[in-house]
């Protein structure tokens, strides 16, 4: 069973981390850490006009799993919007906790984590870098605007 959780293509992405590393001066950075394995993940965003995101660094101290999705993130997080990461993130635990089919559109790939839903223990570090990400959104979006601060609790 193992085997088939750490796949070629799991461990394919897991190295792959497009943009790794951090930025020299990044408008938001989110930080997590799954606390059950010490997966952690820090990220660094800059935005555009729109509030997209323009630039993207990601340092990912995790186990395969977390650094696949971390992969997956990076090969597809360039434009993103909050609106975007939030729906992602939240197909991708409803994916993992409730059995949907996981994220659609560019954060598809995701769904190569699918089988991660067997092992509950493997949640938090599979998704670390999404939420690293959308904490580094928010924080970015709250210092570019303090007036959206309101707004983005909503989303969370």
């Known amino acids: 069973?193992?085997?088939?959780?750490?796949?070629?293509?799991?461990?394919?992405?897991?190295?792959?981390l497009p943009f790794s590393g951090r930025l020299a001066a990044p408008d938001g950075t989110g930080e997590r850490v799954a606390r059950?394995?010490?997966?952690?993940?820090?990220v660094d965003v800059t935005l555009d006009d729109a509030g997209r995101i323009?630039?993207?660094?990601?340092?990912?101290?995790?186990?395969?799993?977390?650094?696949?999705?971390?992969?997956v993130l990076g090969e597809?997080?360039?434009?993103?919007s909050l609106d975007e990461l939030v729906a992602a993130r939240d197909a991708m635990s409803t994916m993992l906790k409730g059995?949907?089919?996981?994220?659609?559109g560019r954060f598809e790939g995701l769904r190569a984590l699918k089988q991660v839903a067997d092992y509950p223990a493997r949640h938090a570090s599979t998704m670390v870098a999404v939420?690293?990400?959308?904490?580094?959104?928010?924080?970015?979006l709250a210092r570019k605007s303090p007036d959206t601060r309101t707004s983005l609790a909503g989303a969370a």
Do not use: W
């Open 1 to 16: 069973m193992i085997d088939e959780l750490y796949s070629a293509r799991i461990l394919g992405l897991a190295a792959n």
């Open 36 to 42: 059950l394995c010490g997966s952690k993940a820090i």
């Open 54 to 71: 323009a630039t993207f660094a990601q340092d990912i101290k995790a186990c395969a799993l977390g650094q696949a999705a971390a992969g």
């Open 76 to 80: 597809v997080v360039i434009g993103t």
């Open 99 to 104: 059995g949907g089919e996981g994220p659609a």
């Open 131 to 140: 939420e690293a990400t959308l904490d580094a959104v928010r924080a970015a």
